[in-house]
């Protein structure tokens, strides 16, 4: 995967995701800190507050967060999308979400979807772009 020296990761979490997403960035948040985040707009609001990164925040993901974060990915501005996915509840934006990841599949942006894949990529980013990990 090609890598900016600052990563630029996307962070996106379900409603019944964004606690673990919150553990997460606390697991890496050295990383998290030397890279250019963006994430949906509650998902950046929780970083932002319980985490205290600094997190571009875009339109919460029913409104339209997930196509400004795909629309940013199609034009090379993302490096990497953890997108902590709710498979139990269906969401009424899934049209949204699909084209979010087809976004990541068109233009091979990693996406983890789940908890393992998310600590693989990150621990990845940190090795590829010399940043310190957790
Ligand atoms: O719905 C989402 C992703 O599809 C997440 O959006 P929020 O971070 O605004 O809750």
Same mark, same amino acid.
């Given at each position: 995967?090609?890598?900016?020296?600052?990563?630029?990761?996307?962070?996106?979490?379900? !409603?019944?995701?964004?606690?673990?997403?919150?553990?997460?960035?606390?697991?890496? =948040?050295?990383?998290?800190?030397?890279?250019? @985040?963006?994430?949906?707009?509650?998902?950046?609001?929780?970083?932002?507050?319980? =985490?205290?990164?600094?997190?571009?925040?875009?339109?919460?993901?029913?409104?339209?967060?997930?196509?400004?974060?795909?629309?940013?990915?199609?034009?090379?501005? =993302? !490096?990497? =999308?953890?997108?902590?996915?709710?498979?139990?509840?269906?969401?009424?934006?899934?049209?949204?979400?699909?084209?979010?990841?087809?976004?990541? !599949?068109?233009?091979?942006?990693?996406?983890?979807?789940?908890?393992?894949?998310?600590? @693989?990529?990150?621990?990845?980013?940190?090795?590829?772009?010399?940043?310190?990990?957790?």
């Amino acid at each position: 995967m090609s890598i900016a020296k600052r990563p630029r990761i996307a962070l996106i979490a379900h !409603d019944h995701k964004k606690d673990t997403m919150v553990r997460l960035a606390k697991e890496y =948040v050295e990383l998290l800190r030397q890279c250019t @985040l963006s994430a949906t707009g509650t998902t950046g609001g929780r970083l932002v507050d319980e =985490v205290g990164l600094d997190v571009e925040c875009m339109l919460s993901g029913p409104w339209g967060g997930d196509l400004q974060i795909g629309a940013r990915l199609a034009q090379g501005e =993302v !490096d990497a =999308v953890i997108f902590l996915r709710d498979p139990m509840t269906p969401q009424p934006h899934e049209p949204d979400i699909n084209a979010l990841v087809r976004a990541c !599949d068109v233009h091979d942006v990693p996406c983890a979807t789940n908890l393992s894949t998310a600590r @693989l990529v990150l621990a990845q980013m940190a090795r590829v772009a010399d940043l310190d990990a957790a």
